[in-house]
């Protein structure tokens, strides 16, 4: 994990390598992987020996490919850009025109990687596929049967996997195999980019480098968690895909599941890829498998009608365009998970995660349980508030506790008050897409942030007999919320039935 701000003396210059990203022209290079690259440049934290290949389908792309990433970072950048550092990042940059279905289009890149070796004696390769799902497989056996995934006379060769990483448990398992056989799991790196959050990390930080957490992060003590990542922004553009996807699939297995992992997990022995990615293993393994019929009962999924959030109008989802007109899939999906090991058992994990709602807001809520109220029955005191620790992740980076305490005065009355640690009160950080430390870490070869097969597939099989419910179930008990609101009904019912409920998702 470095910070991209300043190079200090701990941070490592990553070997000499060259770059070679597969799906250049497309949105996600443009937005967040040579914006990542450029930060890195200025930070000083890019190899003095380094090149970009860009790898495009067709000849046309690649002879602009030069300006036309120059336009897209100018758009997506994340600090100003200074002409120099984008002339030295992309004064490195060489574009080929390669197709998967063609095995004689490697020949372009295999020449590309000789020169790079030749004039600069650069020999590791990163293989970063910014590509769509169905691509990675072509890709990684193009890749391998040229024989440019293997590792000799001490070159490395890593190849770079964007999500979303299967569809269902079956697929990521098949995907994962596949991989396997053309590369070592030290040479994957699954991307999930909530990783790459520094509140995201700092879960770790917070559980385990404090004493006063870790003895109260237990069943003994927490009532309940709450996992929350609502968006404002609706479908969009995006129909197709997410036709395909939906909410549950595109967030919970992956975003959440990693902010639940961090959560659960045992303390790790080492802080290393090994024993960090072990023990967020096991906490999704532990996660109880449901039958069909409980993973009905302890899910909502909604989908958002026509509605208005702040100045905007957002139109039914039905309505989008390459979205069907009687479609039933998921923008919104709420669940109950419990965990089933010493440390959990009995303590409910409500998962929320929706899009077109009221606020942004993604949040971790510990509760814990109620002190006993006995003493305070004597006085005016009606009730207790509720005891919270929130890690804040957006939009406020930080965390926050919420006690009781006593309101000045004669009498005794109590009121819950909030203490607050803001990130941005303490550290100064440039901004960055949030992709810097992800791509830095590969290049230095610490896949600590990166998933490994075993937690991917974990994941999966958590949510399959909710996928496999609903799909059965089809429109029946799809749950109608209007947009600009804080999601269905049902979701608010999921948890009153336990006697409790949500945060609220537009607080400050
Ligand atoms: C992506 C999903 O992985 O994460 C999007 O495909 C979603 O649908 C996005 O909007 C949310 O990321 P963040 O960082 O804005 O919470």
């Known amino acids: 994990m470095m910070n991209a701000d300043t190079v200090n003396a701990r941070e490592r210059i990553p070997d000499s390598c060259c770059f070679v990203i597969f799906g250049v022209t497309g949105d996600l290079s443009h937005r967040l992987v040579i914006p990542a690259l450029?930060?890195?440049?200025?930070?000083?934290?890019?190899?003095?020996?380094?090149?970009i290949i860009g790898v495009t389908r067709t000849e046309t792309q690649s002879k602009t490919l030069k300006t036309d990433l120059m336009k897209g970072l100018e758009k997506h950048a994340t600090r100003p850009v200074k002409q120099e550092i984008a002339d030295k990042l992309f004064g490195c940059l060489t574009s080929i025109h390669a197709d998967p279905s063609d095995p004689k289009s490697v020949e372009n890149l295999k020449a590309?990687?000789?020169?790079?070796?030749?004039?600069?004696?650069?020999?590791?390769?990163?293989?970063?596929?910014?590509?769509?799902?169905?691509?990675f497989k072509p890709i990684s056996e193009m890749l391998g049967a040229a024989g440019l995934l293997k590792e000799k006379d001490g070159a490395w060769r890593r190849l770079v996997i964007e999500k979303p990483f299967g569809t269902d448990l079956?697929?990521?398992k098949q995907l994962n195999a596949d991989l396997l056989k053309l590369a070592d799991e030290h040479q994957i790196y699954r991307i999930d980019h909530y990783l790459g959050k520094e509140t995201v990390q700092n879960i770790l930080v917070l559980r385990f480098a404090n004493g006063m957490f870790e003895p109260i992060w237990n069943r003994n003590h927490i009532d309940h968690v709450q996992i929350t990542v609502s968006e404002t922004i609706d479908v969009g553009t995006r129909g197709s895909f997410y036709e395909q996807t939906g909410a549950l699939r595109d967030m919970v297995p992956n975003h959440l599941f990693q902010l639940m992992a961090l959560v659960a997990m045992e303390p790790p022995s080492r802080f290393d890829a090994h024993s960090v990615r072990s023990e967020k293993g096991e906490a999704?393994?532990?996660?109880?498998?449901?039958?069909?019929?409980?993973?009905?009962?302890?899910?909502?999924r909604g989908q958002y009608l026509a509605g208005r959030i702040g100045d905007r109008q957002v139109g039914y989802y039905r309505q989008t365009k390459d979205v069907s007109p009687d479609s039933t899939v998921e923008t919104y999906a709420a669940l109950k998970?419990?965990?089933?090991?010493?440390?959990?058992?009995?303590?409910?994990?409500?998962?929320?995660?929706g899009k077109a709602l009221a606020a942004k807001r993604t949040e971790v809520a510990i509760r814990f349980k109620q002190a006993p109220f006995s003493m305070f029955r004597t006085t005016e005191v009606e009730r207790l508030s509720q005891n919270y620790l929130v890690i804040g992740i957006e939009p406020?980076?930080?965390?926050?506790?919420?006690?009781?305490?006593?309101?000045?005065?004669?009498?005794?009355?109590?009121?819950?008050?909030?203490?607050?640690?803001?990130?941005?009160?303490?550290?100064?950080?440039?901004p960055n897409t949030g992709y810097e430390t992800l791509i830095y870490d590969c290049m230095i070869g610490d896949n600590i942030l990166f998933q490994r097969a075993d937690g991917v597939e974990a994941g999966w099989a958590a949510v399959q007999p909710f996928l496999d419910a609903w799909k059965k179930a089809g429109g029946k008990g799809l749950a109608m919320y209007q947009a600009g609101t804080d999601g269905p009904e049902e979701a608010h019912e999921l948890l009153e039935r336990d006697g409790r409920r949500?945060?609220?998702?537009?607080?400050?």
């Open 38 to 51: 450029y930060n890195l440049e200025e930070s000083g934290l890019l190899p003095e020996k380094f090149c």
């Open 170 to 172: 079956q697929s990521a």
């Open 502 to 508: 949500w945060r609220a998702i537009d607080g400050e």
């Open 396 to 430: 406020t980076e930080g965390i926050m506790l919420q006690f009781n305490t006593k309101v000045p005065g004669p009498q005794v009355t109590i009121d819950g008050v909030e203490m607050k640690f803001r990130y941005k009160d303490y550290f100064k950080a440039s």
């Open 112 to 135: 590309q990687l000789e020169k790079a070796r030749k004039d600069k004696g650069v020999t590791n390769h990163l293989f970063y596929l910014a590509v769509p799902p169905g691509a």
């Open 284 to 300: 999704l393994a532990a996660i109880q498998t449901q039958t069909e019929a409980e993973a009905l009962k302890n899910s909502v």
């Open 337 to 353: 998970l419990t965990i089933d090991n010493w440390r959990w058992a009995g303590v409910p994990f409500y998962l929320r995660t």
